[in-house]
């Protein structure tokens, strides 16, 4: 089972910038599409971007322009740089992935997040 750790959080005042990182630990696997969402307190988790293993992407609109989204392959690692943060930008942020394992198709179990806080 793949197991992925998202780092990168941290305490940022409105306007500033933040690099998320999340990374996939495993073997004999090859990882497709991997995606970040967030969860805000009192609010579902929403869909953040996603980016295929091609490059393709996209994003929430309240993040375009904004937020970047990108992967190295070889490391397995998925990245969001995020710029001109907001404070409605505060939530827990989660990475999650579908990978192919042999035959299988899979996708990986939430891990536990890297907060944003975004104030002054």
């Known amino acids: 089972q793949v197991q992925l750790v998202e780092s990168g959080g941290g305490l940022v005042q409105p306007g500033g910038s933040l690099r998320l990182s999340c990374a996939a630990s495993?073997?004999?696997?090859?990882?497709?599409?991997m995606r970040w969402y967030r969860q805000a307190p009192g609010n579902q988790r929403e869909f953040v971007a996603y980016i295929t293993s091609g490059g393709s992407t996209d994003y929430l609109d309240s993040v375009k322009g904004r937020f970047t989204i990108s992967r190295d392959n070889a490391k397995n690692t998925m990245y969001l740089q995020m710029n001109s943060l907001k404070p409605e930008d505060t939530a827990v942020y989660y990475c999650?992935?579908?990978?192919?394992?042999?035959?299988?198709?899979?996708?990986?179990?939430w891990g536990q997040g890297t907060q944003v806080t975004v104030s002054s």
């Open positions: 495993g073997n004999g696997f090859s990882m497709n599409v």
């Open positions: 999650q992935a579908e990978y192919q394992e042999g035959t299988f198709y899979r996708t990986t179990n």
